[in-house]
């Protein structure tokens, strides 16, 4: 079992930035991938972005050049870097870990964290 705890959600205006924290109860060292989502109303969950074991990154193409994700392995957190803000990045933003135990494949999700851009 993995627990997330996410932080740094908020209201800021458009323009503006925010940091996302997502602190996990154990070693991140093992994670196949930490990443995050986000889902606002009424659309689907959709993926924001991802940093790999190996450190490797994927970003959805609405927030490239403006999102960084990172991931410190020492205190088990994985956070976001949101830059130059726009409305249409409002929603709930969920960290997620993807985990192979015994070769079966686990996914973990946080509680949700609410971002609103709004001036």
């Known amino acids: 079992q993995v627990q997330l705890v996410e932080s740094g959600g908020g209201l800021v205006q458009p323009g503006g930035s925010l940091r996302l924290s997502c602190a996990a109860s154990?070693?991140?060292?093992?994670?196949?991938?930490m990443g995050w989502y986000r889902q606002a109303p009424g659309k689907q969950r959709e993926l924001v972005a991802a940093?790999?074991?190996?450190?490797?990154?994927n970003y959805a193409d609405s927030v490239k050049g403006r999102f960084t994700i990172s991931r410190d392995n020492a205190k088990n957190t994985v956070y976001l870097q949101m830059n130059s803000l726009k409305p249409e990045d409002t929603a709930v933003y969920y960290c997620?870990?993807?985990?192979?135990?015994?070769?079966?494949?686990?996914?973990?999700w946080g509680q949700g964290t609410q971002v609103t851009v709004s001036s």
């Open positions: 997620n870990v993807k985990l192979t135990v015994a070769l079966l494949n686990y996914d973990y």
């Open positions: 940093v790999t074991s190996g450190g490797n990154t």
């Open positions: 154990r070693s991140i060292f093992s994670f196949n991938a």
